[in-house]
């Protein structure tokens, strides 16, 4: 790993980390970081490991062969200028949008069947089915960019100066439903640089044992 990767692991760490003056976890999240705490639906939520050293991962993630096309595994890099991220990054930007930072929006892409099985706490879902840019409804596409993703609607030309940083999660690596999103999104224009993928998505975050959420009713 390069210097300035481990410099900017450190400092994401560092920005996660609360004062505490001991761990009664035996599992965490990283060395320095046993939990970190965020707002779901108004109420306060711990994202944590689960501390069973037995725990195995959930049933609707254990497979490992999904039919390919359509559950075909992702490339590790979406679309150019896109950055792909892991558990700690998304962690971070979930804090940081829980701690009051309007200009973050941390999205899961699943359909609502998916999303009841479970999801990440303070993430957003947005259907990727309604944000599919050329077969959603337009007018329900319109209404998610400018009323959740910051984006203006200008004499019919999209404006993206305040267009929010998009953090997008959907299955796995074998799930096309974020990267759809993400690929449509790039095609009217919003800027590469202000979306982030979790490939890893609910896959890894399950074989982690993070803290999942459902969503409220």
Same mark, same amino acid.
């Given at each position: 790993?390069k210097?300035?990767?481990?410099?900017?692991?450190?400092?994401?760490?560092?920005?996660? %980390?609360?004062?505490?003056?001991?761990?009664?976890?035996?599992?965490? +999240?990283?060395?320095?970081?046993?939990? @970190?705490?965020?707002?779901?639906?108004?109420?306060?939520?711990?994202?944590?490991?689960?501390?069973?050293? /037995?725990?195995? @991962?959930?049933?609707?993630?254990?497979?490992?062969?999904?039919?390919?096309?359509?559950?075909? +595994?992702?490339?590790?890099? +979406?679309?150019?200028?896109?950055?792909? *991220?892991?558990?700690?990054?998304?962690?971070?930007?979930?804090?940081?949008?829980?701690?009051g930072?309007?200009? +973050?929006?941390?999205?899961?892409?699943?359909?609502?069947?998916?999303?009841?099985?479970?999801?990440?706490?303070?993430?957003?879902?947005?259907?990727?089915?309604? #944000?599919?840019?050329?077969?959603?409804?337009?007018?329900?596409?319109?209404?998610?960019?400018?009323?959740?993703?910051? %984006?203006? /609607?200008?004499?019919?030309?999209?404006?993206?100066?305040?267009?929010?940083?998009? %953090?997008?999660?959907? /299955?796995?690596?074998?799930?096309?439903?974020?990267?759809t999103?993400?690929?449509? #999104?790039?095609?009217?224009?919003?800027?590469?640089?202000?979306?982030?993928?979790?490939?890893?998505?609910?896959?890894?975050?399950? *074989?982690?044992?993070?803290s999942? @959420?459902?969503?409220?009713?």
């Amino acid at each position: 790993m390069k210097m300035s990767q481990l410099l900017s692991v450190s400092a994401l760490l560092a920005a996660l %980390v609360t004062p505490f003056t001991a761990s009664a976890l035996d599992v965490n +999240i990283a060395a320095d970081l046993p939990s @970190v705490d965020v707002m779901n639906n108004g109420q306060k939520v711990t994202i944590q490991r689960n501390q069973d050293a /037995n725990n195995t @991962v959930n049933p609707d993630f254990a497979k490992t062969s999904r039919k390919c096309p359509p559950f075909c +595994i992702q490339p590790g890099q +979406i679309a150019l200028g896109v950055e792909t *991220i892991g558990e700690l990054e998304i962690i971070h930007y979930l804090k940081k949008m829980s701690d009051g930072d309007a200009s +973050i929006i941390v999205v899961d892409s699943r359909t609502p069947d998916w999303v009841e099985k479970g999801t990440i706490a303070g993430a957003v879902n947005i259907p990727w089915d309604k #944000l599919n840019i050329g077969k959603s409804d337009p007018i329900t596409v319109q209404d998610i960019l400018e009323k959740q993703l910051g %984006v203006k /609607n200008q004499d019919g030309f999209y404006m993206f100066d305040n267009a929010k940083t998009v %953090v997008m999660f959907c /299955n796995g690596p074998w799930c096309g439903q974020s990267p759809t999103n993400i690929k449509g #999104l790039l095609k009217i224009g919003y800027p590469a640089n202000k979306i982030k993928w979790y490939r890893g998505g609910m896959q890894d975050w399950e *074989i982690l044992g993070l803290s999942t @959420v459902k969503p409220a009713k």
